[in-house]
């Protein structure tokens, strides 16, 4: 079942960094910002990474938990995470559940070869476990700061 704008998030069961369990209702009483990014150590996903690294502390102030998430596994986003000094747990989705439930599967050309790509993407889900926003296909330069006012703004609204 896809996640729909105002609507619960369907049950979802996956695997972070941390031994963290992430679940539909494990982070309920928070936001929820989950971010969609091709793959670890790549120039992209390492910007956008430390990005929400470096504003990690603002999310938290404004009640929200960050997980990145990719088809890399495990271990690939335990040595990204310690790398980079990532705060915030990276979801091994190597089965691509969680992609292909929120739509982020794309076919790219790459090297004029049709591949299966993961479209970069941003979901913001409420304390309630209700999807409030997304973005999709979008480049990196400002998008953590327009995800953190959104967050911020789901704050104002809800409190």
Request: charged share 25%; proline share 3%; aromatic share 8%.
């Amino acid at each position: 079942m896809t996640p729909a704008l105002n609507k619960a998030l369907p049950d979802i069961d996956a695997n972070a960094t941390g031994g963290v369990k992430f679940t539909s209702q494990a982070f309920l009483g928070k936001a929820v910002v989950l971010y969609f990014y091709p793959k670890d150590n790549t120039p992209g996903c390492t910007t956008e990474a430390m990005q929400f690294r470096d504003q990690h502390q603002d999310f938290k102030d404004a009640g929200a938990v960050v997980f990145g998430v990719s088809r890399d596994n495990m271990a690939s986003h335990d040595k990204f995470k310690q790398n980079l000094e990532l705060p915030f747990e990276l979801i091994a989705d190597t089965e691509e559940k969680l992609c292909h439930m929120f739509g982020v599967v794309k076919n790219k050309i790459m090297y004029g070869k049709k591949v299966k790509g993961i479209e970069r993407s941003t979901f913001l889900i409420d304390a309630e476990g209700v999807l409030r926003a997304e973005w999709r296909g979008i480049k990196v330069a400002g998008h953590v700061e327009e995800v953190l006012k959104a967050v911020r703004e789901l704050n104002i609204t809800t409190a």
